[in-house]
Structures are given as structure tokens and as C-alpha cells.
């Protein structure tokens, strides 16, 4: 009996030994903030504890010794071992981008596979400015701003003019925001409405190869996420030449340990550099709200609003600035110019089934109101009134999303299986007027379009071998066009159409640093309403093919790059037709490609960089002499130098060229190429910021936008064939300063 219970206490004190209790605090090792939802984890991968809002987390473990993992997307893994002694831990985690020594190759390793893995490195180090800049972190990927700062910029990517999103895909916390059948064009994307500080995350693709992607993403695609809570509030102020000024706070509203809100506020002002007062004006908000119902279920819902107004001085004709009737910012009708306004709510529910199965439900609408006033031929049409067209469109959009992911389904080992589903519906009212100036002259055209849009796919991603991951997937789309005419011939017309996508990318670890990639997919991007319903000539969903050759390559600890070439075939080449809502099909098209984009960090605060990107496009149904793409680059170039001391001072200068490329098809004009220099230089503490923006460093005289069509000045008999083009930006400074409390 006696033995016994000397037994027993000795194995309660054994157990009692081997059960250590540690706690600590997880905080950002650049800006000394807590980092939430931080994973602590055994080398097992057993999950043990997740940090709270405030960074704190506190295990019991069972040994005394035990390594412990520490896990967060965008942060690099950090690994301590616990000993008897350990009690309190202060951890201190590393973005994973700011050192490329951490930089892994292996495509095992990466958490989203086909992902541009250089665009994100860029992204972490380059300082971002405005939503805008987002975008321009993609290698080879340049915007234009052609109509006032309150327009969706143009795009281009691998050779592609994708107008405002025609053939590269925008979405935000998953939420799709290329609009079809838009009053101003096909895909129409306004990044406007996003508050850069409130964006966490940004993946970016390239080609038509993601199948979680549908309508537009051709050229590439964007997905931005924005922050769950706020790490601290904050308060900032810009102010810059030509009467830039900008104001934003945002604000914690609830912070607990499984619960979390918080609201941005922005508001912008910018009389710009023209010499008819620009006066742009746009206020912001967008407010998001987390919860975890229970261990399994997490609830998101966002409210994101949006509205502007601005006035354009368009694009200018050249011989009307070479004979000095104006300068090169002036306006030949400062009328132009509109106002939009948007607004998002989200609701998203996250929920882990088991340990291998992950299941998201999403549900959100969007309004969208838009006016604008343009006039691309000024007095061609109407030789007394003008030619002011007033594009307007009022749009609503229900969709719901799902997509379950499951680990080794169907008991293949090392794999990962996602489903997806989603059901879109776009309701819109879109008119064409004409106008004197901004004043009702006669209505050209009305429609209301419904447009619906069911889609599936399927991705399998499989550890063939150690060295070889297969990312396969297919994609369906099932559309609905449903379009009536209202005025000035009421007719209504209805059509649908199908498109299947299939998906494959290959990855091979040729070593540890170097990994070889093959892609080859289908994609899409939608037609005009009104012209699928009434061409029947044009497949509604023409069918874009993709394949992508190339490697990633590590050499030592300093050096990554990305070599790839390209192709890329698209049944139908569209172009806008703004005043009858139509498109103007100039048949299939083709381009070939090549991109370099390479990091290279000689010392641990600096880096360099640079993207060399090349396209080469042509129409595949045109005569060889007249089937250049217009408007589309074929040289482009982007890089720069990034320092970043530890006492807080970051600091930038880039450059962005582009080259010429041609206007029309037969190539005898000829857009202007142009190189730009900007810098960013900031100062931060734990409770301010300062910072020093300059666009056009070297006050370059450049054309941002470039057309070549007809116009007719009053006092000219007949139209002129003419370069219209939107100046860049002269030498702008912006100085900013933020608070954090």
C-alpha cells in the first residue's frame, strides 16, 4: 500500500515535470507592432496556440525541451527551441519578403503555387503611394490615365492595351471588380475606391492560368485582401503641388482576442496641373468587421463606399499644340469630365470541417453609378453643338461564392483539391447622350442589360515526386445575355453561351534554387451585351490560349530571377466603339513574348531590381503589311534601388520605360516612347511617419495616354487623322504625415 502511493506521487510529480506553461508576445520586428493570429506550432505540425489581437499567447507544454514553429503568411517561419528555463518568450517575426536569403525556390513549399513570386517581393519593399501603385508592382505591367483622376486608368500587360480591364482581371477580398457591359467599356475596373493602407495582402498572375479566375483574366490578374484589425490607429495627411491635399484616420472600433472591427476614412482633393482646374474630389470609407462564431467558424463582412467627381481636359490633338492654339496642358473642351459613385458590402464565413477540409461561403453586392462627359472628335459630327456624348449607367450586382479545399482527397497522398462554384447576376441601365458641354441635348441610346454568370472549377495540386508539382484544373462558364433596347428602336433579344477552361502548370525542381516551369491554359474574356445578343458572327465567350515557358532561379543568398517566354492567342480582338456600346471585332490575334525580372540584395538594407519585359503582337485575319495591334507596348521596362535603414528611413528610386509601339495597324505612326524617374523617401517610429513623394523626378516632358484617330477643330473644313494624347506628369512633390496612436 505503501509503495504505492510513493508511485503514485512519484508519477504525478513526473507528469507535473514534464507540463511547463510559456508565454509571450509576438511583434513585427521592423515596426516593433503586435502581430495577431500568429500559429504556434510543433515541428509535427500540431497547432498548440494562436496569438490574440494584442500579440499574447500562452502553451502548456508536455516536454522540456521542444522546438516551437512560428507561422504567418507574409512572415517568415521562425523556429525556437524551449528549454527547462524557457518561461516567457518575446518573438520577433521578419517579413519574408525584405531578405531574399529566405527566399525559398521549391515549389512544395509555396503556399499559393502560380502566384508571381517576384511581384510580391517588389510589392513588400516598394513604398506604396496610392491604389495605383498596386498595380505597377506587377512586372511589365503599366497604367495610363487618360480622362481625369477619377476614370479607371488604362491598362497594359504582355502586350496587351487591355482599355480599363477588358483582358486583366481586379478583385478585392474576392469580390470581382471588372464590370461588364460598362457604360465606358468592356471590364471596366476603377481601383479608385480602395484605401491602399487598408490592403494586407496582394497575389498577381500572369497569363490565363488560374482557375479560381474567370471573365477577363487573359493578359493576367490582380486579387488584393484587405486587413482583418487594425495593429494600431492612425491619422495621416498629404499635401502636394498643384493643390494635391489628402486625408485619412482609421480607427479601431473593437479589438478583443475572437473579435475584431475597424473603419478608414479617406478623403482627396487634387486641382492637378492642367490649366483648367481639375478639381478632383473623392471620399472613401470602408469599415470591416471579424469574428470567430466558434473554434471552426470564422465571420467576415466589409461595407466599402466610394464617390468622386472630377473635370478632364480630355485628349488633345497634337497639331493643335504645335501650332500653339494651346499647350501641351491645356484642353480644347475642359467640359469633359463625371462623377461615379460605388459601394461593396461583403459577407464571408470561413469554416474548417476537419483537419483537411476548409469550406468558404461568400456573399456580396455592389451598386454602381456612373456619369461621364467626353469628347474625343470636339466639332467632327456636330459642327455647331460639338460632340459631348454623356456615358451613364446605373448597376447592380448580386453574386454568391463557395469553394471547398480538401487535403489527400480521395486518399492521394500529397495533394490538395479545391472546388469552387459561384453565381453572378449583373442588372445594369446604360445611356448614351449627346450634350452641349455638360447640358441635356438629345438622347442617342438606352438599354438595360441583365447578364448572369454561373461558373465551376476544379484545381488538383499534386506532389508528383519530390522534384515535380502538377497544378491542373478546369473551369466552366455558363452565361445569360439579356438585352433590351429602351430607345431609340425597343427590341429585347436574349442569348447564352458556354466556355470550358482547362488548366495545367508544371513545376520541376531542378535543384534546391532552380526550379523549371511549363504552363499551358485556356482562358476567356466576355463580349458586349448588346453585341452578343446581336452578332451572331462572334462567339459571345471568345476563347483566349496561354502557355508560358520558363525558371526561377536563386544564385547564393543575394540574387533571384524569373526568365520566361510566352504565348498568347485570343479568338477576338475587341475594340470599344464609346458611342454606340458596341465592339468593333478586328479578329483573332496573337503575342509572343519574353520577361526578365530579377532581385538582387548586395547588402542586407539595400536592394536592386529590375523587369525587362517584350511582346510582340500581331492580327492573325489581317493583311501582313496592316496587322499590327495598335496601342499595344512591345518593349517595356521597369526596376530600381530600395534602402531601408534600421532607424527607421526607407527610401526608393525607380524608373518606368516604355517604349514605342505602334498606333495603327500598318505601323507608319508611331506612339512616342518615354522613361521616368520617381522617389520616395520616409522616416517612421513606433508613433510617426514622415515621408517625401516625387513623381517625374527630372520634370521629363512625356505622353501618358496615346490615340491616333480623326478630329475636327472649329475653323477646319473636314477631319484631320491626328495623335490625341493626355500629358504625364510633370515634376510633382507630395509631403506626408501620419500619426499612430
Not at 483539391?417 to 441635356?440: D, K, P, Q
Not at 447578364?451 to 488538383?460: D, V
Not at 496601342?631 to 514605342?660: D, M, V
Amino acid at each position: 500500500m505503501i509503495l504505492c502511493s510513493v508511485w503514485t506521487v512519484f508519477f504525478s510529480l513526473s507528469i507535473f515535470s514534464q507540463t511547463k506553461k510559456i508565454s509571450g508576445k509576438v511583434t513585427d520586428i521592423e515596426t516593433q507592432l503586435e502581430v495577431s493570429k500568429v500559429r504556434i506550432l510543433t515541428t509535427e505540425n500540431k497547432v498548440l496556440a494562436t496569438t490574440n489581437s494584442a500579440g499574447f499567447f500562452s502553451i502548456n507544454l508536455e516536454k522540456t525541451t521542444l522546438q516551437l514553429v512560428f507561422s504567418l503568411e507574409g512572415y517568415i517561419d521562425r523556429i525556437i527551441t524551449i528549454t527547462k528555463e524557457t518561461d516567457n518568450l518575446s518573438v520577433q517575426l521578419e517579413k519574408e519578403a525584405t531578405l531574399l536569403s529566405e527566399i525559398i525556390i521549391s515549389a512544395k513549399n509555396e503556399k499559393k503555387l502560380g502566384v508571381q513570386k517576384v511581384s510580391k517581393i517588389s510589392l513588400e519593399l516598394r513604398p506604396i503611394n496610392n491604389s495605383q501603385d498596386y498595380l505597377r508592382a506587377v512586372p511589365g505591367l503599366f497604367i495610363a490615365q487618360h480622362a481625369g483622376g477619377g476614370k479607371a486608368e488604362q491598362i497594359f500587360l504582355r502586350g496587351f492595351d487591355n482599355d480599363h480591364g477588358t483582358d486583366f482581371a481586379v478583385l478585392v477580398d474576392d469580390i470581382g471588380i471588372n464590370l461588364s457591359s460598362h457604360a465606358h467599356g468592356q471590364g471596366y475596373a476603377d481601383l479608385h475606391f480602395l484605401i491602399p493602407e487598408t490592403i494586407n495582402n496582394a497575389d498577381y498572375y500572369k497569363g490565363p492560368h488560374e482557375a479560381s479566375l474567370g471573365n477577363f483574366a487573359v493578359s493576367g490578374a490582380a486579387k488584393f485582401t484587405s486587413k482583418d484589425n487594425l495593429d494600431n490607429n492612425l491619422i495621416k495627411l498629404e499635401y502636394g503641388q498643384y493643390d494635391f491635399a489628402r486625408a485619412l484616420a482609421m480607427i479601431s472600433l473593437v479589438k478583443k482576442n475572437n473579435e475584431s472591427a475597424y473603419i478608414a476614412i479617406e478623403g482627396t482633393y487634387n486641382k492637378s496641373f492642367f490649366e483648367s482646374n481639375q478639381n478632383l474630389r473623392r471620399l472613401n470609407t470602408f469599415t470591416k468587421y471579424s469574428i470567430d462564431l466558434t473554434n471552426n467558424h470564422e465571420l467576415k463582412t466589409s461595407l466599402s463606399t466610394f464617390h468622386s467627381n472630377w473635370n478632364a481636359s480630355g485628349q488633345i490633338p497634337l497639331r493643335a499644340v504645335k501650332n500653339g492654339l494651346i499647350t501641351r496642358f491645356g484642353a480644347i473642351d475642359d467640359q469633359e469630365g463625371g462623377d461615379t459613385k460605388r459601394i461593396h458590402a461583403n459577407v464571408q464565413l470561413n469554416s474548417t470541417l476537419n483537419n483537411n477540409t476548409k469550406l468558404t461561403n461568400q456573399l456580396y453586392y455592389v451598386s454602381n453609378i456612373f456619369n461621364l462627359y467626353s469628347n474625343f472628335s470636339f466639332f467632327q459630327n456636330d459642327p455647331v453643338n460639338g460632340d459631348m456624348i454623356h456615358q451613364e449607367e446605373d448597376r447592380d450586382i448580386f453574386t454568391y461564392k463557395g469553394n471547398i479545399e480538401i487535403q489527400n482527397f480521395l486518399e492521394i497522398p500529397n495533394s490538395t483539391t479545391t472546388f469552387g462554384w459561384s453565381a453572378e447576376h449583373h442588372h445594369n441601365f446604360i445611356s448614351l447622350n449627346n450634350t452641349v458641354g455638360r447640358t441635356y441635348l438629345n438622347a442617342v441610346n438606352k438599354f438595360e442589360f441583365k447578364e448572369t454568370n454561373y461558373a465551376a472549377f476544379i484545381k488538383e495540386r499534386l506532389q508528383i515526386s519530390s522534384k515535380l508539382t502538377v497544378l491542373a484544373g478546369l473551369r466552366a462558364n455558363f452565361f445569360n445575355f439579356n438585352s433590351t433596347e429602351i430607345s431609340p428602336n425597343p427590341q429585347e433579344g436574349n442569348t447564352t453561351s458556354f466556355r470550358l477552361s482547362p488548366k495545367l502548370s508544371l513545376y520541376f525542381d531542378a535543384t534546391a534554387n532552380i526550379q523549371f516551369y511549363a504552363k499551358a491554359s485556356s482562358g476567356f474574356h466576355s463580349n458586349y451585351t448588346n453585341a452578343a445578343v446581336t452578332d451572331k458572327t462572334t462567339n459571345p465567350l471568345p476563347k483566349a490560349i496561354g502557355y508560358d515557358l520558363g525558371t526561377e532561379f536563386k544564385v547564393g543568398k543575394k540574387f533571384i530571377g524569373n526568365i520566361a517566354g510566352y504565348y498568347l492567342q485570343s479568338d477576338a480582338e475587341f475594340v470599344f466603339l464609346s458611342d454606340g456600346f458596341e465592339f468593333e471585332n478586328k479578329g483573332r490575334s496573337k503575342r509572343i513574348g519574353s520577361e526578365v525580372s530579377l532581385r538582387y540584395q548586395p547588402l542586407p538594407y539595400f536592394w536592386l531590381d529590375t523587369d525587362l519585359n517584350y511582346s510582340y503582337g500581331t492580327l492573325l485575319d489581317a493583311p501582313q503589311n496592316e496587322n499590327k495591334i495598335p496601342t499595344a507596348p512591345r518593349f517595356t521596362s521597369t526596376g530600381g534601388a530600395t534602402l531601408r535603414l534600421q532607424n527607421g528611413i526607407k527610401a526608393s528610386l525607380r524608373y518606368r520605360y516604355l517604349g514605342e509601339r505602334p498606333l495603327i495597324e500598318d505601323a507608319s505612326i508611331i506612339g512616342q516612347s518615354y522613361f521616368i524617374t520617381d522617389a520616395v523617401i520616409n522616416y517612421e517610429t513606433s508613433k510617426y511617419k514622415i515621408g517625401l513623394s516625387i513623381e517625374n523626378l527630372f520634370d521629363t516632358n512625356w505622353r501618358e495616354a496615346v490615340f491616333y484617330d480623326s478630329s475636327q477643330l472649329q475653323g477646319e473644313l473636314q477631319p484631320v487623322d491626328d495623335i490625341h494624347f493626355t500629358p504625364g506628369t510633370p515634376f510633382l512633390a507630395k509631403l506626408s504625415l501620419t500619426y499612430i496612436f
